[in-house]
């Protein structure tokens, strides 16, 4: 049974860092897409990063240069490496991984078929 498992999360002030982290069990990141989604209440959950085959990274707009997704194919984990957070990117943040992802696509729930439960990220100013 494949699981994801989030964890990193807290709160922090603005300006500060954290790194998210998801453990992947039955299922080999290396070899699909994995993404990093995020939701606030009220609002759909939307992509933040994605990475795809280890080699090529995908980010929204909103966190070009400040945040980075990497992954360890020996611990088969996903990262997010938040620097610089703002109050606005306080949300629940979720792992997913799917079958394949390109720069037009990743950000398409429905490409993703195993989620993680989330952990949330809190930025006060």
């Known amino acids: 049974q494949v699981q994801l498992v989030e964890s990193g999360g807290g709160s922090v002030q603005a300006e500060g860092s954290l790194r998210l982290s998801c453990a992947a069990s039955?299922?080999?990141?290396?070899?699909?897409?994995m993404a990093w989604f995020r939701q606030t209440p009220g609002k759909e959950r939307e992509g933040v990063a994605a990475i795809s085959r280890g080699v090529l990274t995908y980010y929204a707009d909103s966190v070009k240069g400040r945040f980075a997704i990497a992954q360890d194919n020996a611990k088969n984990t996903l990262y997010l490496q938040m620097n610089s957070l703002k109050p606005e990117d306080t949300a629940m943040y979720y792992c997913a991984a799917g079958v394949g992802c390109t720069s037009a696509s990743w950000t398409f729930r429905f490409k993703y078929n195993y989620w993680g439960r989330g952990t949330q990220v809190t930025v006060s100013s």
């Open positions: 039955a299922y080999t990141v290396s070899s699909t897409c």
